[in-house]
């Protein structure tokens, strides 16, 4: 288990956009796959995008594609998401993950070891 602690979830309205972080440990970056996943009151947990821990490769969900950006910043240790053109729908509860093995990518949440506590995003309309 990784401490992972994410800020910069909000209120914001159909359209705008937020940046989540995601402070992790030095030792993560550049060995684990690190992503978002999110979960909305009533639905079922999903992958929002994840990125490669050479940061080279990145795989977005379909819904969020062309809209999100997942990157990372090695020498402040933090990982980001870029939320732009937010709707309604992307409202829940966003958590930052770090894969259970070194050097592997995944998009499955059993992929993923570790888990932050979470940071609310709420995109009214």
């Known amino acids: 288990q990784v401490q992972l602690a994410e800020s910069g979830g909000g209120l914001v309205q159909a359209g705008g956009s937020l940046r989540l972080s995601c402070a992790a440990p030095g030792p993560i970056f550049g060995r684990y796959t690190m992503g978002w996943f999110r979960q909305a009151p009533g639905k079922e947990r999903e992958a929002v995008a994840v990125?490669?821990?050479?940061?080279?490769?990145?795989v977005y969900a379909p819904s969020v594609k062309g809209r999100f950006t997942i990157s990372r910043d090695d020498t402040r240790n933090i990982l980001f998401l870029q939320m732009n053109s937010l709707k309604p729908d992307d409202s829940a509860a966003y958590y930052c993950?770090?894969?259970?093995?070194?050097?592997?990518?995944?998009?499955?949440?059993?992929?993923?070891?570790?888990w932050g506590p979470g940071t609310q995003v709420t995109v009214s309309s």
């Open positions: 993950v770090v894969h259970r093995r070194t050097f592997e990518l995944g998009f499955e949440s059993t992929d993923f070891g570790s």
């Open positions: 990125i490669s821990w050479s940061g080279r490769d990145t």
